[in-house]
């Protein structure tokens, strides 16, 4: 990888996700990760920031979440966060991430819902 | 929703007294402006004062006294700690309570509240705190702190803000004037479904706000908290509300039957 990347936060949320998922054996069926940065540029908490990449949305589906430990949202926030604590802690990294963690199942009767709905 | 009227003198406290009706509840919080735990008492009671719709004659009325600078009249209470909450009815004060304990401080208000005055007076007096009211200002003491007991104190001051009301929301601004997209999201759908609620802006108060993250190990607010547990951030009550629409049911104006005097 010679070429340095533009969007070095975002690469490194996917990297830190993808490779603790697969230290657990469990799959990845869906790494959303989008960069709402543009939506907040404006606020005054902004005004300093010149990196493009402090808001994302990330959306992850893992069978890692059918685990009896992550039956509760908070405790599947808790452990992304956990990856991401460095990053969110820095001065100028990672300012909100906002997170949907779905089992795939819990995947499949959303897609349905929603369609039954439109 | 009732506010927190400011007494600063001797003359306005007692014209204050008089023009009281027998069974208005007064609820006096005596405190010290320099202390960290009157500032998270005053959050606390403002939430509660809140939930007070203003009637006429006023069923409660909400004071304020800086007990320093208004010696005498702490003096006549005997408020030796502070933060310190005097319930008055009909001239005669029916419970105190001493410290930062936001659930004390609301039992104390809640129960009196319910009853009004009888008509033939007597009221026991009780005092929560009688038997430990100490000379040194026990929740606001001026000796040097290391460190570790200053974090134990803040941590315990934030385990009884957590608890100031069942759901409480710690939020960027105030629900009048958010200051973040996501802490006005938050508001909104606790708006919708009419949930009663207690907010502190963590902008006005950095203790809380880096605390607050370490305390709950949780890097970001808005934060969610019920009956004394983290819920989470704006996704997850998202979530939640998705999984279940009566999630808030529990907590929500209508479901209890009361009709909201103003709109929040």
């Not at chain 1, 100028?92 to 997170?99: S, T």
């Not at chain 2, 010290?32 to 009325?61: H, R």
């Not at chain 2, 502070?82 to 004060?93: A, E, G, K, M």
Request: with cysteine.
């Amino acid at each position: 990888m010679a070429s340095s990347s533009r969007t070095p936060v975002e690469d490194t949320i996917r990297e830190k996700i993808t490779a603790e998922l697969k230290k657990r054996d469990a799959t990845v069926s869906k790494l959303e990760i989008h960069n709402d940065s543009h939506l907040h540029a404006h606020h005054k908490a902004m005004e300093d920031s010149t990196s493009g990449e402090t808001h994302f949305r990330v959306v992850l589906v893992s069978d890692a979440f059918e685990s009896p430990e992550y039956a509760k949202k908070l405790a599947r926030h808790r452990f992304i966060n956990g990856l991401l604590k460095e990053d969110m802690k820095r001065e100028g990294g990672i300012h909100a991430l906002q997170l949907l963690t779905l089992t795939p199942k819990e995947e499949e009767e959303r897609t349905r819902a929603k369609e039954a709905a439109a | 929703m009732s506010t927190i009227k400011d007494i600063t003198t001797l003359d306005g406290w007692a014209q204050h007294l008089s023009s009281l009706p027998p069974s208005t509840l007064l609820i006096v919080s005596f405190n010290a402006p320099w202390a960290a735990p009157c500032a998270q008492m005053a959050t606390v009671l403002s939430t509660l004062a809140s939930e007070y719709p203003v009637t006429e004659p006023p069923s409660t009325s909400w004071v304020s006294i800086d007990a320093e600078e208004l010696s005498d009249i702490s003096e006549s209470y005997n408020v030796t700690a502070v933060p310190f909450l005097v319930l008055i009815r009909n001239s005669q004060v029916l419970e105190t309570v001493s410290g930062s304990s936001a659930v004390k401080v609301r039992s104390a208000i809640e129960t009196h509240a319910k009853q009004s005055a009888k008509p033939d007076g007597e009221q026991p007096a009780t005092s929560t705190n009688g038997s430990t009211a100490t000379v040194d200002m026990a929740d606001a003491s001026l000796a040097p702190k290391d460190a570790e007991k200053q974090k134990e104190e803040l941590f315990k001051r934030l385990s009884d803000l957590v608890k100031a009301a069942p759901v409480m929301l710690f939020m960027k601004g105030t629900p009048s004037e958010p200051k973040c997209g996501f802490s006005r999201q938050i508001v909104a759908i606790l708006r919708e479904n009419a949930v009663k609620y207690g907010f502190f802006n963590i902008l006005a108060d950095d203790e809380v706000r880096q605390g607050l993250k370490e305390y709950a190990d949780w890097p970001t607010f808005p934060q969610l908290w019920i009956d004394g547990e983290l819920v989470g951030g704006l996704d997850i009550v998202k979530e939640e509300m998705a999984g279940d629409a009566d999630f808030f049911k529990p907590y929500s104006a209508k479901a209890n039957g009361d009709v909201p005097a103003t709109s929040s």
